[in-house]
C-alpha cells in the first residue's frame, strides 16, 4: 500500500483507542469516542490529529498483529512502516524500452533530473525515484533503505542486485513538493528479462503497485506487441487495476488513419492482459517538446493532456481516500490468509505421513480455497493467486501453522464495520480544513508542467479562444459576425416594441432540438436585462450559445463579459423568464 499523507490539521482530530489500558484521563467528547469500542472498558483515548494518523494507529494495533501471527508478510506484502502512512502520493511509470517513460518525466518537471538518461536503446537501467530535495543529488539503493524517514526500507528484501539498480534523484522541483514519480527499467523481451537481471523484477513491480497512487503503462505507437515478459508484469499489478492508466505515447508518428488502426490494435492487445470485460481508457499523445510529426490531431492531443493532468493533479487531494482504500484490501487479504493458514495446520497429521499429507494439501490448495469461500461466506476475488501461494508454501512446516485465533479476526472486522467507517468520515472535514486554510491549490500539483500560468496568462491554455471564450480579447462583439441569419429570423418573428416575447422565442428555440433544460439555461445567458423578453441583441446572443451547443461546446455557467451586448452592459438584476415547458 502506497500511503501518503497530509500535514497534521489541529482543527481536524480523531480520537483512537490505545492499548494497554491505563488509567483513566480528562474525559473526551462523546463524538470523539468512536474508535475507543466500549469507552467503560477502554478509558485510556489519543487524539490523533489527522486521518493519516488514525490508519496508522489502527495498523498497528489492530491489523499488525494478525499479520504478524499468521505471517502475513512472508507470503504477501512487509509489514507498513510510519512513512508509508506520511509519504507523498507515488506515480509509478512501467513500459517497454523506448515507449518514453523518462520523456515523460522530463515532460511533468519541465527539467531533468540526477541520472536522466533518454535514447532509442534501453538506457535507464534502474528503478529511479524521483524525489524533492532542496539539493539536488543521488541516494545509492542500498542508503535509501536504511533511511527511516523514507518508505522504501521493505525494499531490502530484494537483495543486493536489486539496490545496486535502485537510486533516489533528488532536485528541488515544485511538481516533486506534492509528488513522487518512480521511474522503471525498460522491459525487454526473452530470456535476458527473466534471468539476467539478477533479482525479481516482476516482485519489485507488485511491491511498488501496492504502493503507489497511480500506475502509468506507456505503449509507442510503434511498437504496441506485449511480450511475454510485459505480459507477466502486467500480471504482477493485479488487483491494482483502479490506478493503472494506460497512455499511447509517441501518436505524432502515425496519421489519423493510422492512429485509428493502431488504437484498436492496442485494445485488441489489453484485452487478452487485462481479465475484464471493462474497456480500459486510453490517453492518446506526444509526451514530450518536440515538434508534432503529424499535426491534424493536434486538438485530440490537447484534450488527451489535459483528462490525464487533471487526473494527476487530483492525487494529493485524493491520498487519504486511495490510502484508506489499500488497508481496506491489505485488511481482507490478511483476513483470508489466516484462514487458509489456519485451514492448513488443522488438516496436517500431528505423528505420521506429515510430507505426504503436505504435497497432498498444496495440490488441492484450490480446493481448500473453494472450501473457505462456502464456510466463512468469502468472494473468491478476496484470494491470493493460487498458483503463487503453492511455491510459497513448498517451504514452511505447516505444523508450525498457528490454528485459528478469533479474537484476533474479531479485532479486524470491528476495525472495518467502525475505525474504516468513522475514519472515512473524517476525510471530507479534513479536507474542508485544508481547503480553509491553504485554498484549492495547495490540494493540486502545481508547477512544471502542470504551471497555471500558461492557462491563465497566454493564449494556448486549454480551450482558449475557442467556445464560448472565442473573441474574449477581441474590441468587436463576437457576436455580431454570425448574426446577419438571426437578424432576419428576428424580424420574421414579429416583434413587438422592437422585443419578442417569451412564448414567440421559444417557438424558434426548439427548432434546435436541444433539450428543455439546455434551452432555459440560454435563456436565463441571453436574457440579459432579465426582462422576461428578448431584443435583437439578445436575440442574436441566444442564436449564437444554442449555435455554440450544437457544435459540441459547453455552455458557461455565467455569461462573460466580453460575450454581453455592448448595448447592455449596464442591465439590471431583475428575473422573470418565461417556463419553457408551457405549450
Given amino acids: 500500500m502506497g500511503v501518503c499523507g497530509g500535514r497534521p490539521r489541529k482543527d481536524s482530530k480523531v480520537i483512537l483507542s490505545s492499548s494497554p489500558p491505563q488509567k483513566a484521563v480528562t474525559p473526551i467528547p462523546k463524538m ?3 474508535l475507543g469500542g466500549n469507552s ?3 478509558k485510556n483515548k489519543e487524539v490523533l490529529e489527522s486521518v493519516s494518523e488514525g490508519l496508522r494507529k489502527i495498523y498497528k494495533t489492530k491489523l499488525y498483529p494478525l499479520e504478524e501471527f499468521y505471517k502475513f508478510h512472508d507470503f504477501h506484502s512487509p509489514a507498513l512502516d510510519d512513512p508509508d502512512f506520511d509519504a507523498k502520493p507515488m506515480i509509478l511509470l512501467v513500459g517497454q524500452y523506448s515507449t518514453g517513460k523518462t520523456t515523460f518525466i522530463r515532460h511533468l518537471l519541465e527539467q531533468d533530473f540526477p541520472g536522466i538518461r533518454i535514447g532509442p536503446e534501453p538506457t535507464t537501467d534502474r528503478f529511479i525515484a524521483v524525489m524533492h530535495s532542496a539539493e539536488e543529488g543521488v541516494i545509492p539503493g542500498n542508503a535509501l533503505v536504511v533511511d ?3 518508505q522504501f526500507r ?7 542486485a536489486f539496490l545496486n539498480r535502485f537510486q533516489c534523484s533528488t532536485l528541488n522541483n515544485q511538481v516533486l513538493e506534492s509528488v513522487t514519480i518512480v521511474d522503471t527499467p525498460g522491459i525487454l523481451s526473452g530470456e535476458k528479462q527473466r534471468i539476467d537481471r539478477g533479482y525479481d523484477f516482476t516482485g519489485v513491480l507488485e511491491w511498488f503497485a501496492e504502493r503507489v497512487d497511480r500506475i502509468i503503462l506507456l505503449f509507442d505507437a510503434h511498437k504496441l506487441d506485449i511480450s511475454d515478459e510485459f505480459k507477466r508484469c502486467i500480471e504482477a499489478l493485479a488487483g491494482n487495476e483502479d490506478k493503472i492508466r494506460i497512455v499511447l505515447n509517441k501518436s505524432d508518428m502515425v496519421d489519423h488513419q493510422q492512429l485509428m488502426r493502431v488504437y484498436g490494435a492496442l485494445m485488441w492487445s489489453l484485452g487478452k492482459v487485462f481479465k475484464t470485460p471493462e474497456v480500459s481508457r486510453v490517453y492518446l499523445g506526444s509526451f514530450w517538446d518536440h515538434p508534432l510529426h503529424y499535426d491534424i490531431n493536434r486538438r485530440l492531443f490537447q484534450d488527451e493532456q489535459h483528462d490525464l493532468f487533471a487526473d494527476l493533479q487530483g492525487l494529493p487531494r485524493n491520498a487519504a481516500l486511495r490510502k484508506l482504500n489499500d488497508l481496506i484490501k491489505r485488511a481482507r487479504l490478511a483476513k483470508v490468509h489466516a484462514y487458509i493458514i489456519a485451514e492448513l495446520r488443522k488438516q496436517m497429521p500431528s505423528m505420521i505421513g506429515k510430507e505426504k499429507k503436505k504435497k497432498e494439501l498444496i495440490q488441492n490448495l484450490d480446493k481448500i480455497f473453494e472450501q473457505l469461500q462456502r464456510e466463512h461466506n468469502i468472494s ?4 491470493p493467486d493460487v498458483h503463487k ?6 517451504n514452511y512446516d505447516f505444523n508450525k501453522f498457528q490454528p485459528i485465533k478469533p479474537k484476533l479476526l474479531e479485532v479486524v472486522d470491528a476495525m472495518l464495520a467502525s475505525d474504516i467507517a468513522r475514519l472515512m468520515a473524517q476525510i471530507p472535514k479534513e479536507e474542508a480544513v485544508v481547503l480553509a486554510t491553504e485554498g484549492p491549490k495547495e490540494q493540486a500539483v502545481r508547477g512544471g508542467a502542470f504551471s497555471q500560468a500558461q492557462e491563465v496568462e497566454t493564449p494556448f491554455g486549454f480551450g482558449k479562444g475557442e ?6 480579447n477581441e474590441q468587436e462583439w463576437v457576436v455580431n459576425r454570425e448574426r446577419t441569419k438571426a437578424d432576419s429570423t428576428f424580424e420574421s418573428l414579429g416583434p413587438i416594441d422592437g422585443v419578442l416575447s417569451g412564448s414567440k422565442a421559444k417557438e424558434h428555440m426548439v427548432r434546435s432540438k436541444l433539450p428543455n433544460a439546455v434551452l432555459g439555461k440560454i435563456w436565463k445567458l441571453a436574457d440579459v436585462d432579465r426582462d422576461g423578453n428578448l431584443d435583437v441583441d439578445e436575440f442574436a446572443l441566444a442564436n449564437y450559445l444554442i449555435n455554440l451547443k450544437l457544435e459540441g461546446h459547453e455552455l458557461p455557467a455565467e455569461l462573460p463579459k466580453h460575450l454581453i ?3 447592455k452592459r449596464d442591465a439590471s438584476d431583475a428575473q422573470v423568464y418565461p417556463n419553457l415547458d408551457d405549450e
Fill in 32 to 34: 470523539f469516542s468512536w
Fill in 389 to 394: 501461494m503453492r511455491e510459497k508454501l513448498q
Fill in 40 to 42: 467503560d472498558k477502554k
Fill in 154 to 160: 521493505a525494499l531490502s528484501g530484494f537483495g543486493n
Fill in 148 to 150: 527511516s524517514k523514507k
Fill in 380 to 383: 473468491p476475488g478476496d484470494f
Fill in 467 to 472: 467556445g464560448f471564450d472565442k473573441g474574449a
Fill in 565 to 567: 451586448p455592448p448595448s
